[in-house]
């Protein structure tokens, strides 16, 4: 597979393309006047300790409080003899710890590394309040992991984790982890031990997690990694030792803009084109490419047409149908994916696809066609949480069997953790997609000021019923009133004026007082006023 980056650079924003065989499969979106939090570490200060949530809110000086749950903290010291019990950890412990690490492993949010630890010295999660680990105004050092959601604040941890190229430092851990993307298990053991014999080397204290560009890379680049970081982590603890006697929350370390983002955590050996259209941006990515990757430097391209980057390569036509509810099949089926807070579906649908032997074939062919496309617009339009899949109901379970297995082989593809369960007897299926930040309708959509977000409005008809019951209700409550002068959308003046006349009339004849009408350009199809004279 083919893949290109397109960074296209305006004053407003930076955005990042990723495009597999020339077809847009992710898009990255970063407004200056709104850079993500995700990877930033702050010295916070904690406002509120609660004690039945066995969570606290924390102050990092945005316009609301981050969240840090008492799980997402560090894990206490243990003593020495309580770490061979330790040793004995079930495998689902273990496993548990490997989710912790991948949940911070990459700032970008978009490409966890997967990761299997090593070390059989885990330690069992604190069993220790909340409430006895952290009290109001006591100052913290905590990382973004979540960015703002909506009305929720960014969540956060205290288990810091700082990327480079090929790897992660953790620095409160203590156990090597390697990219499960990485198969061989040569490969794997190398790794392991050439990152065990470099920590001892440089006396570096902590973890490391060796991400899927790690795979054959020498020691000689490794160790410059640990070194880079080395020196990172210092910088960060002496920041903080500078500004400690601080009152407010300050910002410790801010991670790295979209461009160079994308340039240390999307790039790989498949990688044939990095195309750029800002000088300024062309220049500072060469730099960074040449320092920390090396072998994309010779692909990186300076862009200098009039027409616009995304023009050519038709991103922003991809980008207007992502931002549709219907998601049209090659075959004549389609999808309707509708995103609500709680959770997003996806319906599958025949459409104009009627096939050609049998019904059970027909729906059979589109939903395995509608796999392809499900695993796309989920990253699409970065889609995360609860996603539930209406797939067309199949009799033969070796047709839901194919379906499913098709649908997994998707999902490999995305960086983001998902969890997929199977087919259940109404032909849905539940899966789980990890969230990081704002699906690409949060952040470039808000909710219509028509239907206040209801995707609906009222008829022009359930309208006109409304100001009929109004001006019945200003006729029993004022006595001096001669006339009612209607204020309403175009649409509702023409039903008031033809369909509903005699309505009008009768209503006129009941009240004795005369009804007039004024059409406002400006009110939308539920808006009217009713002026008495």
């Not at 027409?307 to 089926?333: I, N, P, T, Y």
Request: proline letters at 3%.
């Amino acid at each position: 597979m083919s893949e290109e980056l397109l960074i296209n650079i305006s004053p407003m924003e930076s955005r990042v393309a990723v495009l597999d065989n020339g077809i847009l499969g992710e898009i990255y979106i970063e407004r200056h006047h709104k850079l993500g939090l995700v990877g930033n570490i702050y010295l916070g200060t904690v406002v509120r300790v609660l004690p039945g949530m066995q969570a606290a809110f924390v102050d990092i000086g945005q316009s609301r409080t981050a969240f840090l749950h008492v799980n997402d903290m560090q894990r206490e010291p243990r003593p020495v003899a309580e770490k061979n019990k330790a040793a004995k950890a079930t495998k689902h412990e273990i496993n548990e710890d490997d989710a912790t690490a991948k949940a911070s492993a990459d700032s970008l949010a978009v490409t966890p590394p997967i990761v299997s630890a090593q070390s059989t010295e885990i330690v069992p999660a604190s069993k220790t309040l909340i409430q006895h680990r952290l009290h109001e105004s006591q100052r913290i050092l905590v990382q973004v992991t979540k960015d703002q959601l909506g009305s929720k604040g960014a969540r956060l941890t205290t288990n810091i984790s700082l990327p480079s190229r090929y790897l992660v430092y953790l620095p409160s851990s203590d156990h090597i982890g390697i990219s499960q993307r990485i198969d061989g298990e040569e490969e794997r053991s190398r790794l392991k031990t050439e990152l065990s014999s470099l920590m001892q080397t440089v006396n570096l204290k902590g973890g490391l997690i060796a991400r899927t560009a790690a795979e054959r890379v020498p020691v000689d680049k490794l160790e410059e990694d640990i070194y880079y970081l080395l020196q990172l982590w210092r910088t960060i603890c002496a920041r903080r030792q500078e500004i400690n006697h601080h009152q407010s929350s300050e910002l410790i370390y801010q991670e790295l803009s979209l461009p160079l983002r994308s340039i240390r955590d999307l790039v790989h050996a498949d990688t044939e084109k990095v195309i750029i259209d800002n000088t300024q941006i062309y220049e500072q990515v060469r730099y960074f490419a040449k320092e920390f990757v090396p072998f994309v430097y010779d692909r990186i391209v300076h862009y200098t047409a009039e027409q616009s980057l995304f023009d050519v390569h038709r991103v922003e036509d991809d980008l207007r149908d992502a931002l549709k509810r219907r998601v049209d099949l090659k075959s004549g089926g389609y999808l309707i994916i509708d995103q609500t807070e709680a959770m997003t579906t996806i319906d599958v649908n025949t459409g104009s696809f009627v096939g050609g032997r049998s019904l059970e074939d027909t729906v059979y062919k589109t939903n395995l066609e509608a796999t392809h496309a499900i695993a796309r617009q989920l990253r699409l339009r970065n889609l995360g949480g609860i996603i539930i899949l209406d797939f067309i109901d199949m009799l033969e379970q070796q047709h839901k069997d194919d379906v499913l297995e098709s649908l997994q082989a998707q999902l490999t593809q995305d960086y983001a953790k998902t969890k997929i369960t199977q087919v259940s007897e109404l032909g849905l299926v539940e899966m789980t997609r990890k969230r990081t930040r704002e699906s690409l309708g949060q952040q470039l959509c808000e909710p219509c000021s028509t239907c206040q977000g209801r995707g609906f409005v009222k008829t022009a008809e359930t309208v006109c019923f409304e100001i009929f019951r109004e001006i019945m209700r200003c006729a029993r409550t004022y006595n001096s009133p001669k006339k009612f002068t209607v204020v309403a959308h175009a649409a509702v003046i023409d039903l008031l004026l033809t369909t509903e006349s005699d309505t009008v009339a009768d209503l006129e004849y009941l009240l004795g007082r005369v009804i007039t009408f004024d059409v406002e350009n400006l009110y939308t199809q539920e808006q009217y006023d009713i002026v008495l004279d």
